[in-house]
């Protein structure tokens, strides 16, 4: 009897042992690292107006959990606006956080929202626009990487921080967007990382919001000489000093874009992360700095972009201008994007 009993003490031993292993075992979402930096809203907000967006931030090192919304944060700074997590489920690894952005701007401002979740925390930063202006004409609300976008009837004003919002081996180690890479780039070559890595930057793009062919076609200059739909800048097709591009291709990271040396990240060539998972091909990827739209590396019908001129691009309608319009496209080799320059009147850029 006594060996039946002491059997019977070890085999409750060894299942109540059991048992608080499956009760420690974590069952709440968790995350490495969230990047509110790079956060984006899916349209612009102005003091005094009703306002309701999805703003989506960055996460890495997930653990696959699902997670129920959230309440509602209120904003500082600017007062009267909240986010709200959505329910969702953490991928194994790195993916988005949307929250809803709704209430009522009371002032022009920065709004703030302190967002934690599964064990990490940010700030989350939203331009509020002063009332009073033009309202944005709706294709320009498309760049929503944009940090504040606004409209006098005459120029669109486009500020951005250049931080993409896709993974790069130039991000930081400790950031949620940093991967690690080392396979081929474009044109398939093996990359090489330069020494550089993104930092935060504060640009300002004016362009006209009625684009007009110029005559006179200005060279683009070295640095910025447009703007993608997430916020990045877009650059000529050449490198550093005005050499050719060919040099500096093997340093474009996974989805072919590099940092210069004061961290700006930029696209010289096709936006990788933008035709294959933002959008498409043949899709709107932002505008140059004359105003005129720059579309990827196909037509909707996925035919090659035919009878490009001397400034790569040609005229004909698209989704987003069905009477027609001038515009750029991207191609696989040279000039990239931009040819002999602007085909209209360029506006300015200060960083």
Do not use: R
């Not at 331009?127 to 320009?140: F, I, L, Q, R």
């Not at 004003?157 to 400790?174: F, G, M, Q, R, V």
């Not at 019908?301 to 004909?316: E, K, Q, R």
């Amino acid at each position: 009897m006594k060996q039946i009993l002491f059997a019977l003490s070890v085999l409750f031993f060894f299942n109540s042992c059991g048992k608080d292993d499956d009760t420690t075992s974590p069952d709440t979402a968790s995350i490495a690292a969230l990047a509110c930096a790079s956060g984006s809203f899916s349209a612009a907000a102005t003091n005094g107006t009703a306002y309701t967006a999805t703003a989506t931030i960055a996460y890495s090192g997930g653990n696959s959990k699902t997670y129920t919304a959230g309440a509602a944060v209120n904003s500082t700074g600017v007062a009267g606006l909240t986010a709200t997590l959505q329910a969702g489920t953490l991928s194994s690894s790195t993916g988005n956080l949307s929250f809803t952005i709704s209430g009522t701007p009371t002032s022009a401002g920065t709004a703030s929202f302190a967002i934690s979740f599964g064990g990490q925390s940010c700030t989350l930063s939203l331009t509020v626009n002063a009332a009073g202006g033009m309202p944005v004409p709706a294709v320009y609300n498309k760049i929503y990487g944009a940090t504040s976008i606004t409209y006098d009837g005459t120029w669109v004003t486009i500020k951005c921080n250049a931080l993409p919002d896709h993974k790069s081996a130039y991000y930081p180690t400790t950031h949620a967007l940093y991967e690690a890479y080392s396979g081929t780039t474009f044109s398939g070559v093996t990359f090489n990382k330069n020494p550089n890595s993104i930092s935060t930057q504060n640009i300002t793009l004016k362009i006209p919001a009625n684009p007009a062919v110029n005559a006179t076609h200005a060279a683009t200059p070295m640095g910025v000489i447009g703007v993608a739909l997430n916020g990045v800048p877009f650059f000529n097709q050449y490198a550093a000093g005005g050499s050719a591009l060919s040099g500096e291709i093997v340093s474009f990271d996974q989805w072919w874009a590099h940092p210069q040396m004061t961290g700006m990240y930029h696209y010289h060539v096709e936006p990788l992360y933008l035709t294959t998972v933002k959008a498409t091909k043949s899709s709107l990827m932002g505008f140059l700095l004359d105003g005129f739209p720059v579309y990827g590396p196909k037509e909707t019908d996925n035919s090659d972009p035919a009878g490009l001129d001397a400034y790569h691009g040609h005229t004909h309608a698209t989704v987003e201008y069905p009477s027609g319009i001038y515009h750029y496209h991207f191609s696989t080799a040279a000039p990239y994007l931009n040819g002999n320059g602007f085909y209209g009147t360029a506006g300015t850029v200060t960083q």
